[in-house]
């Protein structure tokens, strides 16, 4: 019988593409996640019965148990980058990972792999980075023997970051950023799941392995690289720190009166994290510890902003026609 894996959080964006590569190793596959019944999307990944959405909430032992048994080897894919009602920060990224490291120690699993991400700190302004330092200690605690990946920011087909920026783009001649001058090391999800697949099969030595794609970029150059893909020319604007930290207490004020109704394009712990290069550190493990090269931007980027594109998936035709009329 194959072996039987659990994944928190396995629908998501980074899960779904780890809960794909490990169905095709043959892996039987529990995705614990909050809404099962929207996960269902998940279960063609693999042949019948192997791959299940079950219900989980990672805010309870009983529930992250019972998604535990007969396991042997357990992922967390479980993160916020906004807060919102009960799944807090703290709730998600602090308490679940040590929560599933506590118990899946005591059910006698001995192989974890945790997704954290590049500036975790404890000392950081931002709650949502000490939050994720909060559980990567919380893990280790629990399980020394551990592989935690520390991604920057991750892009691919379903991503919020060149995605949102790709959509204010179509309207208006102005793109506005915080922290033009921030550095990031973008990195594809799908290498980000194969770190993962190394790890759990236990081909990668416990401990901290940062990742990041094979360029480092400012938040300018990046937004430049988005516009000339979908082939639009916009003003990049920066919004600089004192005003952003501004704007974000004003729309925290409105999502505070609207009773969480109105979804702030910015938040204060945004603004933090903003402030601070997300770049793989000079003495950290990376891809090539565990043997992989990591794809670029470029060869991805085009694959699905082109919708954002004015005449969308037809450009290069257009743009064929343009050249034969000169």
């Not at 003495?283 to 794809?295: H, K, M, Q, S, T």
Request: hydrophobic residues 45%; proline residues 5%; charged residues 20%.
């Amino acid at each position: 019988m194959s072996k039987l894996v659990t994944i928190y959080g396995g629908s998501g964006f980074v899960g779904k593409y780890i809960t794909r590569r490990l169905a095709k190793d043959g892996w039987r596959i529990r995705v614990a996640v909050r809404n099962p019944n929207e996960a269902m999307f998940v279960r063609p990944y693999g042949a019948v019965g192997q791959v299940e959405p079950i219900f989980c909430n990672i805010r309870d032992d009983d529930s992250v148990r019972a998604a535990l048994k007969g396991a042997e080897a357990v992922i967390n894919c479980v993160g916020v980058l906004d807060e919102v009602g009960k799944n807090t920060f703290d709730a998600v990224q602090a308490e679940g990972p040590e929560r599933i490291a506590r118990i899946a120690a005591s059910e006698g699993i001995s192989t974890m792999v945790h997704i954290s991400a590049i500036g975790a700190n404890e000392d950081s302004d931002s709650e949502y980075a000490r939050t994720k330092a909060k559980g990567e200690s919380g893990v280790l605690a629990h399980m020394p023997s551990a592989v935690i990946l520390r991604p920057s920011i991750v892009f691919g087909a379903e991503d919020q970051f060149f995605n949102r920026f790709a959509q204010m783009a179509q309207f208006g001649p102005i793109l506005p950023v915080v922290g033009a001058s921030t550095r990031f090391q973008p990195v594809y999800v799908d290498d980000v799941a194969a770190a993962a697949v190394v790890a759990v099969d236990g081909n990668a030595s416990a401990g901290v392995y940062e990742l990041g794609g094979p360029d480092v970029n400012t938040f300018r150059e990046l937004m430049q690289q988005m516009l000339e893909t979908i082939r639009r020319r916009r003003m990049i604007v920066n919004i600089p720190f004192p005003v952003a930290r501004l704007m974000a207490g004003v729309f925290g004020v409105v999502r505070f009166l609207s009773a969480g109704l109105v979804r702030p394009p910015i938040t204060k712990d945004q603004v933090a994290n903003l402030a601070v290069d997300n770049v793989v550190a000079d003495d950290a493990r990376g891809f090539a510890d565990l043997g992989i090269e990591p794809v670029a931007m470029e060869a991805v980027l085009p694959s699905y902003l082109w919708r954002f594109r004015q005449s969308g998936q037809y450009v290069a035709i257009k743009e064929s026609a343009e050249n034969l009329k000169g």
